[in-house]
């Protein structure tokens, strides 16, 4: 069953904590991708990976890490620095950079 | 600076009519564009993604026009349903990589 997994579903952290959230594709796809959705806005580009072991900021990149050591997975750091870290983490995935890209079910971060 | 636009950014319509989202963009220098379906809470779904050399993509009720010229492309749900009811996006590729994206529209369809 391809696809994209995210997890956790649900994730509550106190401020101040960094937090780490799992992006995990079997469709060998070579881009990977983190957007964060807030109420009434579009979706804004975090990060993206084009190929392995070598990614580049997006729009809002201010607080946050990735790594991407291996095709399958581009996991998310939100460190303490994010200034309002609460939010819907989308990641997304396609089979390269201009590729249509497909999205996992989303992980939603309330930090306290 | 690309922007992307849709308006209403809410619609809610009787079941079984027919009807129309909208999608603006400022900068015509588009690579493709793109309609996504983002259920509560979940994750968004790819609908049609039209390149820029066409003027439109059919799948089954859904119909998606573009027009580069005017900056404008349009959703067509035909005989609609509740089910149907969700948020939809578009979302506009520039030569790279990246995606803009619009704000969405809240489609509600009553039974």
């Known amino acids: 069953d391809g696809g994209i997994t995210q997890s956790p579903k649900y994730l509550f952290r106190k401020e101040g904590q960094n937090v780490t959230l799992s992006c995990e594709q079997n469709?060998?796809?070579?881009?990977m991708y983190w957007y964060r959705q807030d109420p009434g806005q579009g979706l804004r580009l975090i990060y993206y990976?084009?190929?392995?072991?070598?990614?580049q900021k997006g729009d809002i990149a201010e607080g946050y890490s990735v790594s991407r050591e291996k095709k399958e997975s581009f996991p998310l750091t939100v460190t303490s620095a994010q200034k309002n870290p609460t939010a819907f983490y989308l990641c997304?995935?396609?089979?390269?950079?201009?590729?249509?890209?497909?999205f996992g079910p989303g992980t939603r971060l309330t930090v306290t | 600076k690309q922007e992307v636009t849709q308006i209403p950014a809410a619609l809610s319509v009787p079941e079984g009519e027919n009807l129309v989202l909208n999608c603006s963009f400022t900068?015509?220098?588009?690579?493709?564009l793109q309609w996504f379906r983002q259920d509560p809470g979940k994750g968004l779904t790819s609908l049609l993604l039209?390149?820029?050399s066409q003027r439109e993509q059919t799948s089954g009720r859904l119909n998606a026009s573009l027009d580069k010229s005017s900056g404008r492309s349009t959703l067509y749900i035909a005989a609609s349903q509740p089910g149907d009811s969700a948020t939809y996006l578009c979302?506009?590729?520039?030569?790279?990589?990246?995606?803009?994206w619009g704000a969405g529209t809240k489609l509600i369809i009553k039974p």
């Open positions: 979302a506009v590729r520039r030569s790279n990589y990246q995606l803009i």
């Open positions: 039209i390149q820029s």
């Open positions: 900068d015509s220098a588009i690579y493709n």
């Open positions: 990976s084009q190929i392995v072991n070598d990614f």
């Open positions: 997304a995935s396609s089979r390269d950079s201009s590729g249509e890209q497909y």
């Open positions: 469709l060998n796809h070579d881009a």
